[in-house]
């Protein structure tokens, strides 16, 4: 079955840092666009940050760069996001979406929820 599953989620206090994983089954995350999205409490949805299938695209929100950072495993079929200097307006549930580099379906994970306190 084709699917991403987002892992590595938690509470963590102000000042930490989470791995998170978006792992791949099915598919071949080198033929993807893997991107990071969250959705606040409030439902609102932002890009988080987003790597091209060659890895020499990446864009991150303005309000992640600097602490965040993505990276592809693509022999491991795994797209993971180093989050650094975690912040309270950082809890969200954080959702791996990829999108084919040339044809094919587009698909959607679950999410995994991080949560910081102050």
């Known amino acids: 079955q084709e699917r991403v599953v987002e892992s590595g989620g938690g509470s963590v206090h102000s000042g930490g840092s989470l791995k998170l994983s978006c792992l791949a089954s099915g598919f071949l995350t080198r033929r993807y666009h893997v991107t990071w999205y969250r959705e606040f409490p409030s439902k609102e949805r932002q890009m988080v940050a987003t790597i091209s299938n060659l890895g020499g695209n990446i864009r991150y929100a303005d309000s992640v760069k600097d602490r965040f950072r993505i990276e592809r495993d693509d022999d491991n079929n795994v797209v993971n996001l180093q989050m650094t200097g975690l912040s309270p307006e950082d809890t969200a549930l954080y959702i791996c979406?990829?999108?084919?580099?040339?044809?094919?379906?587009?698909?959607w994970g679950r999410g995994t929820q991080v949560t910081v306190s102050p």
């Open positions: 979406h990829a999108t084919p580099a040339y044809q094919g379906m587009d698909f």
